[in-house]
């Protein structure tokens, strides 16, 4: 195969870096490998560490003003490159171009929107004099990032790290590196050196950053079972931690909806991206009057969805990612098969496909045990649930180890919103999809997550906490 690893550098010090080795990268829409990026071992990863380490006094010396100031020209910079990078995004990831280009263009808002949030800050009168609480940045932060949103979410990890004053070491997802390559090479000179590192590996790496000494904190976003090693890892050198991990997330459609008017909104919360998003809805609950009416109104509008390569016009829906979950997806589809579910549409593939395409498969009310229900699908495989009882719904929805979203459906505000308040999750979307605003804390509960992103707490995940306080009369000691 072609080396391409000259073309897709990794970015430590400022510079471009070089690895000994390189992993092949796929395009999932041909199955064939197309470009190679940089395999770094302990060795890069030092060197990374090193340069962020040197870099970080300065930095968090810096005003926030001058960080505001990089962070609007790092978006700048996304922003007037978003038709290239996204025609890169489409054939690593495999998604449609529109959603490629809105991904890019999602993730120079993203900076933006962070630029402009007020760093959290307080000053009180306590017993012993005035008290000001600052936070302090933490230090050399690693983000490590999965393969289904690699643009927009390592931009969740980079604004506010650097806006509260850290340094990065950005690790992208083995099967997507080079979207992320190319923006740390377009970032060159527009970010002081080292302050934002990009360095691209197989599975070592991410242990390696976890268990790094050199490393203060570590941003993880992936699956649960990731979630818990890097946790584990984390604890030897007592690094900060936040986790942003998967989820099984219900919608509860009530009966007084508009099924006409929900129906592409309801599929595409599912849908979007293949299925391959963390805060997609996994499973609908359908109450039992409309059941029947709005499954077929489903897959009705499934049926004209254009599945193919993300680069070809017209194309709404790519390939699951990478081979391994492509495999999972299957299993799960064949799982289905055996056990005697009922497919509303999909559930066989297309054996002249050459990528990873799956067909868009809704399953009709299987049991509540059955895989399909109690598992992330995390692909194009839905199960439409019937329900009687809203409580019945709510608890049915709730029987999950996951926390992350949900989403009601209904024309009467006040009992959608008493069914929101009811669901244990972080994130609750009243007749739309979830998406996750730079304004607010995105945060997973139960087995979702640790942390959130976004927000004030989003800012405050990378800082500690610090008090000044200038002491007055202080009583003296007797004597
Ligand atoms: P993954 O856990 O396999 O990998 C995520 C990242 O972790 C990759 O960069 C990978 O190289 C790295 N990694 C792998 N093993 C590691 C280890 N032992 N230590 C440190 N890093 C390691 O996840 P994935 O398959 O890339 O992504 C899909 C999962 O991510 C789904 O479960 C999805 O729900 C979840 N996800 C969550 C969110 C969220 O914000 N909550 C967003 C997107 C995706």
Redesign the pocket.
């Known amino acids: 195969m072609t080396d391409f690893t000259r073309d897709f550098t990794m970015t430590i010090q400022g510079g471009q870096a070089l690895a000994r080795a390189s992993i092949d990268i796929v395009n999932p829409s041909t199955g064939a490998v197309f470009a190679a990026a940089p395999d770094a071992g302990p060795d890069e990863l030092d060197a990374a560490v090193a340069s962020a380490r040197g870099a970080f006094p300065d930095w968090a010396a810096t005003g926030i003003d001058e960080r505001r100031a990089v962070l609007k020209a790092v978006a700048a910079i996304i922003q007037a490159n978003q038709d290239d990078l996204a025609r890169l995004l489409v054939q690593e990831q495999g998604k449609p171009l529109a959603d490629a280009r809105a991904e890019v263009g999602g993730a120079a808002y993203w900076a933006n929107a962070t630029a402009d949030l007020e760093m959290p800050g307080d000053t009180v009168d306590g017993p012993f004099g005035q008290v000001v609480t600052r936070y302090a940045p933490l230090g050399v932060c690693g983000g490590?990032?999965?393969?289904?949103?690699p643009v927009v979410?390592a931009m969740f990890k980079i604004a506010p790290a650097l806006l509260t004053g850290n340094v990065m070491i950005l690790?992208?997802?083995?099967f997507t590196p080079l979207t992320t390559l190319k923006i740390g090479e377009l970032l060159r000179g527009v970010v002081p050196d080292g302050v934002l590192n990009v360095v691209s590996g197989g599975?070592a790496?991410?242990?390696l950053?976890?268990a790094h000494p050199g490393i203060d904190k570590i941003s993880?976003?992936?699956?649960?079972?990731?979630g818990k090693?890097?946790m584990a890892?984390a604890a030897a050198s007592l690094k900060r931690i936040t986790l942003?991990?998967?989820?099984n997330d219900a919608a509860i459609v009530l009966p007084d909806v508009d099924i006409a008017a929900i129906t592409p909104t309801l599929f595409w919360s599912a849908f979007r991206n293949a299925g391959q998003i963390?805060?997609a809805t996994k499973r609908i609950y359908i109450h039992d009057a409309i059941y029947d009416e709005l499954a077929a109104s489903l897959a009705e509008y499934a049926a004209r969805v254009v599945v193919g390569d993300g680069l070809q016009p017209g194309v709404q829906m790519g390939p699951i990612q990478n081979r391994p979950?492509f495999e999972r997806v299957k299993d799960l589809i064949a799982d289905a098969r055996t056990s005697g579910l009922r497919f509303l549409t999909g559930g066989t593939e297309d054996p002249a496909a050459k990528g990873y395409f799956l067909p868009i498969t809704l399953i009709d009310n299987p049991p509540e045990a059955a895989r399909v229900v109690q598992e992330?699908a995390?692909g194009p495989v839905l199960p439409l649930l019937r329900y009687r009882e809203v409580a019945e719904a709510v608890a049915r929805a709730n029987a999950s180890s996951y926390g992350?979203g949900g989403t009601v459906w209904g024309r009467d505000l006040d009992a959608a919103q008493a069914v929101a308040d009811r669901l244990e999750t972080g994130s609750v979307t009243i007749n739309g999809a979830t998406s996750p605003s730079p304004l607010a804390p995105?945060a997973?509960h139960k087995q979702?997550?640790i942390g959130a992103e976004g927000g004030r707490d989003g800012l405050l995940a990378y800082t500690n906490p610090k008090t000044i306080t200038i002491a007055r009369d202080q009583p003296r000691s007797p004597g």
């Open positions: 490590i990032v999965p393969w289904n949103f979410l690790k992208p997802s083995p599975d790496l991410g242990p950053m976890t993880f976003t992936g699956s649960t079972a990731t090693r890097v890892g942003e991990l998967g989820g963390c805060i979950q992330e995390f992350l995105f997973g979702s997550g």
